[in-house]
């Protein structure tokens, strides 16, 4: 779907496509050569692009080295949005981008000029994963691996469904509607407009289109973007509960009686070292992960700068590092059970589903600790 826009004496034609769809292609390429524009504008960065075109980035990717310098979330949830965008275009025998790509084909084959007008991609995933507390990131993690909804490709880019999937996000993660759709329609209008050009041709996906040629017609755009983490509520909750704890173990010791001390101390250990281990062996990480998640765990519960999960994906990159293969084939992976078969799919599910068992062992001891003191 299309809509042609006039901003003051400039002429901007909005193609709204599906990522999958063969038809979105063809309709690029053909509105291109019909508009003969002075320049095509694409939803995509450099970082994207490169990846488009070369699909190198996780086989140079030193898996170990990422997750050290605190990317593993980042990763996780790259390579989780990357399966599902692959699902909706295998009938279509069709990557998802293709039709980005075709923009930027057509326009050089046709001596055209063509901008990136996307925000980095590395900035709106660390915004949105920072927007998220760690309950929004497990129902995230749920919905995307549970969704079985089917629908044709073509009709993701009906105006209805479109509006209608845009507000369910609304919805039900207002911070990722915020980040990936709001934010980057206002990002994407400021660089359109930065262009100099008197025909444009603007190719977005289709849940931009509505968003996009809004911001591109107001006079003026907010591109202050709020603090994602607002009041920091995250930090103080990280900080707050290990300072709790230890509170609660130094009050349970030498107010309360020893053994009771013992008890607390007990139950903090066991609780954080099973339910990390338990997630590890979730993840079908090695025996001797399982270990370090439990060793790790009651420690690094009580260190807010590292992670039980960064610890055994850590572990597990390390101890077992991907071959070359894997790292190959993990860009082909189609369904999200299949990551338990490669080697980086299981260091990355590692790192998620350690995580989550460290976190709720927190919250589990905090209560059971606070039930002794109370």
């Known amino acids: 779907m299309k809509k042609k826009i006039q901003i003051d004496d400039r002429e901007i034609t ?57 990317d593993g979330k980042l990763l996780l949830m790259n390579l989780v949005l990357s ?54 990131k497990i129902k995230l993690m749920a919905s995307l691996m549970v ?19 845009v507000d369910e996000l609304d919805e039900e993660f207002p911070q990722l509607s915020r980040v990936f759709l709001h934010e980057r329609n206002t990002y994407m209008a400021e660089k359109i407009l930065e262009q100099d050009f008197e025909k444009a041709v603007v190719v977005v996906g289709a849940a931009h289109m509505k968003g996009l040629i809004e911001e591109l017609e107001k006079e003026k755009r907010d591109t202050d973007f709020p603090d994602v983490e607002g009041f920091p509520w995250m930090k103080a909750v990280s900080y707050g509960i290990p300072a709790f704890i230890l509170l609660g173990l130094g009050y349970s ?81 189609t369904r999200y059970r299949d990551l338990w078969g490669n080697q980086v799919g299981r260091i990355l599910l590692t790192f998620g589903f350690v995580t989550i068992g460290s976190a709720l062992a927190t919250f589990v001891s905090a209560g059971y600790i606070a039930s002794l003191i109370g």
């Open 83 to 136: 399966i599902y965008q692959k699902q909706m275009g295998l009938e279509q025998d069709m990557k998802p981008g293709e039709e980005l790509l075709q923009a930027i084909d057509t326009a050089e084959e046709k001596g055209l000029n063509y901008a990136l007008v996307d925000q980095d991609i590395n900035i709106t995933l660390n915004r949105a994963m920072s927007s998220l507390g760690i309950w929004d």
């Open 147 to 165: 969704s079985s909804e089917e629908m044709s490709v073509e009709e993701l880019k009906e105006d209805n469904l479109i509006n209608a999937l």
């Open 253 to 333: 010791f030498f107010q309360i009686g020893f053994s009771t001390g013992i008890n607390a101390t007990k139950f903090w250990i066991l609780s954080n070292g099973i339910l990390a281990m338990l997630g590890a062996i979730i993840a079908r990480s090695h025996v001797s992960t399982w270990i370090v998640s439990f060793l790790a765990a009651p420690l690094t519960s009580l260190d807010p700068a590292l992670g039980a999960g960064m610890v055994a994906s850590y572990a597990e990159a390390k101890l077992h590092p991907p071959t070359v293969e894997e790292l190959e084939s993990i860009t082909e992976v």
């Open 14 to 70: 909005v193609i709204g496509t599906a990522h999958v769809s063969q038809e979105s292609k063809e309709e690029v390429k053909n509105t291109i050569e019909e508009v003969r524009p002075d320049t095509v504008c694409v939803e995509l960065d450099e970082n994207r692009l490169k990846s488009l075109r070369e699909e190198s980035g996780w086989r140079e990717l030193d898996v170990t080295e990422a997750i050290r310098n605190g």
